[in-house]
Nanobody, 124 residues
Framework: QVQLVESGGGLVQAGGSLRLSCAAS????????MGWFRQAPGKEREFVAA????????YYADSVKGRFTISRDNAKNTVYLQMNSLKPEDTAVYYC?????????????????WGQGTQVTVNA
C-alpha cells in the first residue's frame, strides 16, 4: 500500500495559477500510474489527469487540457499538477491517486490508493 498526501491547494482569483503536490510513501512509487481527480460539492468525483510511471504518457480531461500539466519526480516520490488559467468551475477538492496497474485509466474505481484531498477555490 502507498500513502498519499496532497498539498498546495488554496484560494486564487480567476486566471491565476496553483501547483498541487502529492507526496507518496510506502511501496514503490515509481512503478505506479498516478492520477488527479476532483470533486465539487454535490457532484461526482471526476478525472482530471494521469501520468504513467515513466512519465512518458499523460492524459487529460477535456475541461483542463491546455491549462493543467501533470508531472512526476520519482526521485522525490512526488507527483505534481500545475494549474494555470484557473476558472471558477475548477473549484473542488483535488485528490491524487495511485493505480498499481500499468497504463492510464480515467476510472476512479481502478485506482488503489487515495490521498485525503486538498481544497482549491477559484474566485470570479
Amino acid at each position: 500500500q502507498v500513502q498519499l498526501v496532497e498539498s498546495g491547494g488554496g484560494l486564487v482569483q480567476a486566471g491565476g495559477s496553483l501547483r498541487l503536490s502529492c507526496a507518496a510513501s510506502g511501496r514503490s512509487f515509481s512503478s505506479y500510474t498516478m492520477g488527479w481527480f476532483r470533486q465539487a460539492p454535490g457532484k461526482e468525483r471526476e478525472f482530471v489527469a494521469a501520468i504513467t510511471w515513466t512519465g512518458g504518457s499523460t492524459y487529460y480531461a477535456d475541461s483542463v487540457k491546455g491549462r493543467f500539466t501533470i508531472s512526476r519526480d520519482n526521485a522525490k516520490n512526488t507527483v505534481y499538477l500545475q494549474m494555470n488559467s484557473l476558472k471558477p468551475e475548477d473549484t473542488a477538492v483535488y485528490y491524487c491517486a495511485a493505480d498499481y496497474q500499468a497504463g492510464i485509466t480515467t476510472a476512479a474505481h481502478r485506482y488503489d490508493s487515495w490521498g485525503q484531498g486538498t481544497q482549491v477555490t477559484v474566485n470570479a
